[in-house]
């Protein structure tokens, strides 16, 4: 099945996974005019009436974008909605994405027949993340255009299967778009990715560390010094279970060695647990930070997974042809 139009023309075959907190309409224009898909989440836009002035203002950056470059159009735009029952602004949220036919809706936590209903009415995707074949089985039933497999080493509420395992068992039935997540920072990745079976990558933690990311330059440099050791996977904060920064976890006066586990039926994004907020005080981040050394533009960390990307792909090439009866 060839990908939806909104996914075919990326100058690299990525999405800027939605950073809870974290993005903004800088972040995303920024991802956007480099040429990935750039996302956000609803919620992060707050008092709620601050998502009509976000979708203005990204709206209208890459519509002048794409007027002063003809020949290198801006990529297409996301926003995440939280469709579990904690959100209460989901119907008023979906009323705004409406008005500006947002051209990518992702949805996590649940999926809803007529969130995807609505979505296709003003002639958006769905985009659903899931962390086993049987939620993208529901997923797909209830309407939703394409997946995101959120693997082990995931950012934020990561799941517990190797990449491996999980492309391949969506693929076995399912034919639409699909998104790889989990531990995505480097090019080669990106390219490791779509040699699996998936459309896209999912990369999220790498653009923390970019100057346009909105965390605090503690946050930033956190990742920038840590490694895959220093990720902790716990259901404690959300009730969910997800990865973060061991740092940010000590920092708040806990152990990340003994930590209790999480009320899945008290989620509550806006919620404080122990003192400290997820994921405020307690930062998210994936596996794949190992790549991340310095805090830099997200166009130039773009730039430099399209380095990488290619240069993994000639490298293949080329190991392909010397082998023994070429290709």
């Known amino acids: 099945m060839s990908l939806p139009s909104s996914l075919s023309r990326l100058r690299l075959p990525v999405i800027g996974s939605p950073l809870f907190i974290i ?10 005019t480099a040429g990935i898909v750039g996302s956000f989440p609803a919620l992060n836009a707050r008092p709620a009436s601050q998502l009509d002035e976000w979708l203005a203002e990204i709206t209208d950056a890459l519509a002048r974008w794409d007027q002063t470059h003809p020949n ?15 959100n209460d602004r989901l119907e008023q949220d979906m009323v705004v994405c409406a008005k500006y036919k947002v051209p990518i809706v992702i949805t996590s936590l649940g999926a809803r027949p007529e969130v995807n209903q609505a979505v296709h009415a003003w002639g958006g995707i769905v985009l ?17 255009d394409g997946l995101i497999a959120v693997a082990t080493g995931a950012g934020g509420h990561a799941g517990t299967l190797s990449p491996f395992a999980l492309v391949q068992e969506i693929r076995q039935w399912f034919e639409g778009p699909l ?16 040699a699996m079976g998936a459309d ?12 346009e990311a909105r965390a605090v330059d503690a946050y930033k440099q956190m990742i ?10 716990t259901s404690l904060f959300t009730g969910v279970h997800g990865n973060y920064l061991r740092g940010s976890i000590v920092a708040a006066g806990l152990d990340p060695e003994h930590l209790p586990e999480g009320d ?21 981040c994936g596996q794949g930070i190992g790549a991340v ?3 830099l533009p997200a166009a130039g960390l773009v730039d430099r997974l399209g380095r990488e990307y290619h240069a993994a792909r000639q490298r293949l090439c080329s190991a392909a042809q010397s082998a023994p009866g070429g290709v």
């Open 179 to 194: 998104v790889l997540s989990g531990a995505i920072a480097r090019g080669d990745a990106v390219l490791a990715a779509q």
């Open 264 to 284: 899945p039926s008290k989620m509550d994004f806006a919620a404080a647990v122990s003192g400290a907020k997820a994921w405020k005080d307690i930062w998210g």
């Open 224 to 233: 920038a010094a840590s490694s895959a050791d220093d990720i902790v996977y």
């Open 293 to 295: 050394d310095h805090v």
């Open 128 to 144: 659903h993340d899931v962390i086993n074949s049987r939620f993208a089985h529901k997923a797909v039933e209830k309407g939703a």
């Open 23 to 32: 993005s903004n309409p800088k972040l995303v224009i920024a991802q956007c």
């Open 200 to 211: 896209l990558a999912y990369i999220g933690s790498a653009f923390i560390a970019t100057e």
């Open 72 to 86: 290198r159009p801006a990529a297409p735009f996301a926003v995440n909605q939280i469709v579990h029952k904690s």
